[in-house]
């Protein structure tokens, strides 16, 4: 299937230092979707993550990833956050001297941090600096709206409900909803997720398996991660 919208992945192998991470990846997340990438420790699904935001040090050596029909292995990480890919990150940095207002401001989203901090708890953060002593769970919430902040086409969230509280978990999952369900903006995202919590708060449309550096298995979310709860990380029987 060749998509016009969206992000579309074929043949994809890529390696770190040499050693393959990702083989012969296929997967297509048509506009307007949230998927979910399921798998044990160490199956790949960060560094595909990271292959399709551009980040060192992930090498494509085989495959193409498009996005919107436009093929992002040539370009840098700066070009394809232009395009319109934004990602949450596991582990972010601190930036020291960036307020949550500065970055706001940077973006002309002023108006966005004032609607949406309230609705992630972080309303009392806004003249904070970014990641600077937060907990666990609140960098996680400030990676989800920065991402609001952001205003991304396609959107990565790399485990965005660990860490987090199971109330604000809620709120996680709302906003991402919110991100990738918004009437008149469509996106594309992409989400890992270890317990499936965050899957009681957002309608993701299907989920993928990667085992191995390999998508085993595709299908719908409930269902597919119903049969890893029973079966574990395996193909369910055609
Ligand atoms: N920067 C790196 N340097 C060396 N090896 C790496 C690097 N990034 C990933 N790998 C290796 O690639 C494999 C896949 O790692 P990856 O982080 O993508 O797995 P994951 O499915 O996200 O795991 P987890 O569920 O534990 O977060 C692992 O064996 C990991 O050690």
């Given amino acids: 299937m060749t998509l016009v919208s969206g992000l579309e992945i074929s043949g994809l192998d890529v390696e770190v230092d040499g050693k393959p991470v990702l083989s012969g990846i296929d997967l297509s997340v048509p506009s307007g979707e949230l998927h979910v990438l399921l798998g044990p ?8 993550l990271a292959a399709i935001m551009g980040l060192p040090p992930y090498r ?4 193409e990833i498009r996005f919107n029909g436009q093929s992002l292995n040539d370009l840098p990480l700066c070009a394809r956050a232009r395009l319109g890919i934004g990602m949450a990150f596991q582990r972010p940095p601190g930036l020291e001297g960036v307020t949550l207002e500065a970055f706001a401001a940077a973006l002309s989203a002023q108006d966005r941090l004032t609607r949406e901090a309230a609705a992630l708890d972080l309303a009392d953060f806004t003249t ?16 989800i709206l920065k991402l609001m902040l ?10 965005p409900e660990s860490g987090v509280d199971l109330e604000h978990v809620i709120a996680v999952g709302h906003a991402i909803d919110r991100i990738v369900r ?6 594309t995202g992409l989400v890992i997720t270890h ?10 449309d299907r989920a993928h398996i990667l085992r191995g550096g390999r998508v085993i298995a ?10 890893v709860q029973t079966q574990g990380y395996t193909a369910p029987a055609a």
């Fill in 60 to 63: 494509i050596t085989a495959g």
């Fill in 182 to 187: 918004a009437p008149d903006t469509p996106r």
């Fill in 41 to 48: 420790n160490g199956s790949g699904k960060s560094s595909l």
């Fill in 150 to 159: 952001q205003d991304p086409r396609l959107v990565l969230f790399d485990e």
């Fill in 195 to 204: 317990t499936g919590t965050i899957l009681n708060h957002v309608t993701a």
């Fill in 218 to 227: 595709s299908g719908a979310a409930p269902t597919l991660f119903a049969h």
């Fill in 128 to 143: 904070r600096q970014l990641n600077v002593g937060f907990s666990g769970g609140e960098i996680k919430r400030w990676e």
